[in-house]
């Protein structure tokens, strides 16, 4: 198989002194995409309403590629993702969730569907079960074009239509909130909110800790989530451990899921913010010409040397929040697996 990427003794070092023991055996990643280079439509120039920094890490992610990337920096642990396929309108959906069944049929992982906003409440219950998923992903930029960014709302890319069928099935809905305010956004919480009440068997999770990457993120966003009673929140990439804190204190730890977003975890950076924005730390040339995202900035010399894995600055700053928050070693396993293993075999999955 070929490299696909190098583990320095710094990783080394990190995983084995900080990270090995703090993770349980067996772990579940709950959010992963895999998708095939081919798949991607020629010719496509609508603008995808997305930060561009993704795309620099992996042009393609084969499961191949996904089951080599836990080998390599998780060598002696057991991980099952919950996988799913590309989200932006430059990607062939159908393609893409026909290579999601075919790779959770061969690897016998479990899987979501990505789902439009557009596919009636009949057809979608059809092909979540006909291709074996636990329910859908879905993503904002599939929400129609004529919205301009800033105004899309949850409805726009997951419509009540679609939210019935997945409550009444009992399926997983992968969410990543939308605008510009993040998880704070008053019409974001007041839409996640309606949608814990109004479709309370539906698996929700919202990806990111909703987005809520900078201390800023936050707002009052809390003290309204607190009172939620069935969402679920994954913390793939994310760092802010004061993010996680929280979110362990005010949502508690039973409705917490680790996941990766994989291949962008690869990335070598450690995330700092300013003026609440988020910025990536890359080693100068690693990626590119960072110059066409903000979130980008490239470094060198001694503080290129110290860059790790995205997935290894994910996991340290929630440890460094588990720690604080005093959790014992079950709320841990709760995070990484059994949470993630009540939910999809709940939802019809297996692991």
């Not at 924005?277 to 979130?295: C, E, F, M, Q, R």
Request: hydrophobic share 40%; glycine share 4%; aromatic share 10%.
């Amino acid at each position: 198989m070929k490299k696909l990427f190098d583990v320095f003794e710094r990783d080394k070092i990190i995983y084995d002194t900080l990270l090995k023991d703090f993770l349980p055996d067996k772990i579940i990643d709950a959010h992963t995409h895999i998708w095939l280079h081919s798949h991607f439509k020629k010719n496509f120039n609508e603008p995808e309403r997305t930060v561009k920094w993704p795309s620099m890490v992996a042009s393609e992610n084969p499961a191949e590629d996904l089951i080599e990337t836990y080998r390599l920096m998780f060598p002696d642990k057991n991980v099952t993702p919950l996988i799913f396929s590309q989200v932006g309108r430059s990607y062939d959906i159908n393609a893409g969730n026909t290579y999601v069944h075919e790779s959770s049929e061969k690897y016998k992982f479990p899987s979501l569907m990505v789902a439009t906003p557009e596919t009636s409440p009949e057809e979608l219950e059809e092909k979540i079960e006909k291709g074996g998923f636990s329910g859908c992903k879905v993503y904002l930029t599939l929400a129609e074009t004529y919205i301009p960014e800033k105004e899309i709302r949850i409805y726009d890319f997951i419509p009540p239509q679609q939210l019935e069928i997945l409550n009444k099935r009992g399926w997983i809905l992968m969410l990543h909130i939308p605008r510009d305010g993040r998880l704070k956004d008053p019409v974001n919480l007041a839409q996640m909110m309606e949608i814990d009440k109004k479709y309370p068997h539906a698996r929700v999770i919202i990806a990111h800790v909703g987005r809520a990457y900078c201390n800023e993120d936050i707002g009052d966003a809390f003290n309204v989530l607190s009172k939620s009673k069935n969402l679920v929140f994954d913390i793939s990439a994310n760092s802010n451990s004061f993010v996680f804190a929280e979110l362990i204190r005010n949502i508690g730890t039973k409705r917490i899921l680790f996941g990766s977003d994989l291949p962008i975890l690869r990335m070598r950076t450690r995330r700092i913010c300013e003026n609440g924005k988020y910025i990536n730390l890359v080693t100068k040339g690693a990626y590119g010409d960072v110059s066409v995202d903000p979130h980008m900035r490239e470094v060198d010399g001694i503080e290129a040397d110290k860059l790790t894995f995205f997935m290894y600055e994910e996991l340290l700053a929630f440890k460094k929040a588990a720690e604080s928050m005093n959790l014992n070693e079950s709320a841990i396993e709760d995070v990484f697996y059994n949470n993630s293993k009540d939910i999809i075999m709940s939802a019809g999955g297996s692991i």
